[in-house]
């Protein structure tokens, strides 16, 4: 049985930092996407960020590009979002997902997390 577990979210100012986990059990990362989505209150679910390591694929969205840092620790089937000058359109409830299909869509995950609250407040 796979499980998702998303830590590290909560309230933060402009220009603040964030580190989100995703703690992963059941699944063998190097088999999967493993990719960052969020979700701003009234808006679409998007595509933030995802890391392939077996083929070193790592992308991110332009809104996202050169702030934050899509990572993973084998050892410890963690994943991780490091999110730097973080803005106030950042706020959204994050969500780590698992997949094999398309990257950058949501239909391409099959696991997902239960998602973590980020705010970032002006």
């Known amino acids: 049985q796979v499980q998702l577990v998303e830590s590290g979210g909560g309230l933060v100012q402009t220009g603040g930092s964030l580190r989100l986990s995703c703690a992963a059990a059941?699944?063998?990362?190097?088999?999967?996407?493993m990719g960052w989505f969020r979700q701003a209150p009234g808006k679409e679910r998007e595509f933030v960020a995802r890391?392939?390591?077996?083929?070193?694929?790592?992308n991110y969205s332009d809104s996202v590009k050169g702030r934050f840092t899509i990572s993973r620790d084998a050892a410890k089937n963690t994943l991780y979002l490091q999110m730097n000058s973080l803005k106030p359109e950042d706020t959204a409830v994050y969500y780590c997902?698992?997949?094999?299909?398309?990257?950058?869509?949501?239909?391409?995950?099959?696991?997902w997390g239960q998602g973590i609250q980020v705010t970032v407040s002006s």
């Open positions: 997902a698992a997949g094999t299909g398309t990257a950058y869509e949501i239909g391409g995950y099959s696991y």
């Open positions: 059941g699944l063998t990362f190097n088999s999967y996407n």
């Open positions: 890391i392939r390591w077996s083929f070193g694929y790592i």
